[in-house]
């Protein structure tokens, strides 16, 4: 079983509905990111969490460290919000800090 | 630009070719990562440097594989008699200094080289 599991795997949504991403983890944590992946392999990183919520502009993130579980939102969703949305964390007691990620979502919005 | 590069950004060799890719950090970044991702699979971890020393390698980076940070600024990770496994995207990202005692974990991502072999 991976330590991060994303939930849907792909999402097929309509212009403007409200897009919600889900990552559970079974480790503990000493952070939490949501990662975005275009076409061409480039990754950005949109949040970084260790507890409560961030919004940024559309997005919104926020994380359960109780429930091991994060969210990520995307309001009024635009085709241009289409691409693979991967969580990844940072596990504790681990001096690498290298990330563990998730299989990522795979989200198309069509017009 | 002054965000992670890397290089080449898609590589073609033959099986038993020996290949070789290059990062830069973001500048006074001390800490650098190597990850690879298959396709339609999340990214793993392979190895990670402080500076130029290398912390830790992860069981997925075989005797074929050698990444050196010889200065402490810009990364080399070398495949030597590559197989058809390992073709796959590879990325590097770099961390900035930790922040009065605390662990920054930030991470910033280069555009990846794509590896093909064949």
């Known amino acids: 079983k991976n330590e991060v599991e994303q939930s849907p795997q792909n999402l097929t949504a309509q212009e403007g509905e409200f897009i919600t991403i889900n990552c559970s983890y079974s480790?503990?944590?000493?952070?939490l990111h949501w990662l975005q992946q275009h076409p061409g392999g480039g990754i950005v990183s949109l949040f970084m969490l260790s507890s409560g919520k961030k919004k940024h502009g559309r997005l919104i993130a926020t994380i359960n460290i109780q429930e091991k579980h994060s969210s990520l939102h995307i309001t009024a969703s635009h085709p241009r919000d289409s691409a693979v949305y991967i969580c990844?964390?940072?596990?504790?007691?681990?001096?690498?800090?290298?990330?563990?990620f998730g299989k990522g979502t795979h989200l198309i919005i069509q017009p | 630009d002054t965000g992670v590069s890397q290089d080449p950004r898609h590589k073609i060799t033959k099986r038993g070719q020996n290949v070789t890719f290059r990062c830069d950090p973001i500048?006074?970044?001390?800490?650098l990562y190597w990850y690879r991702q298959t396709l339609g699979q999340g990214p793993e971890f392979l190895t990670y440097?402080?500076?130029?020393?290398?912390?830790?390698k992860s069981r997925l980076l075989s005797d074929r594989f050698s990444a050196e940070r010889p200065k402490g600024s810009f990364s080399t990770l070398e495949i030597q008699r590559t197989e058809q496994g390992d073709s796959a995207m590879y990325l590097c990202a770099s961390s900035p200094p930790d922040r009065d005692g605390w662990r920054n974990y930030e991470q910033y991502f280069g555009p990846g080289t794509r590896l093909t072999v064949t």
């Open positions: 500048s006074e970044h001390n800490r």
């Open positions: 440097f402080q500076n130029e020393a290398q912390l830790e």
């Open positions: 480790v503990g944590i000493s952070a």
């Open positions: 990844a964390v940072v596990a504790k007691g681990g001096g690498a800090d290298g990330l563990t």
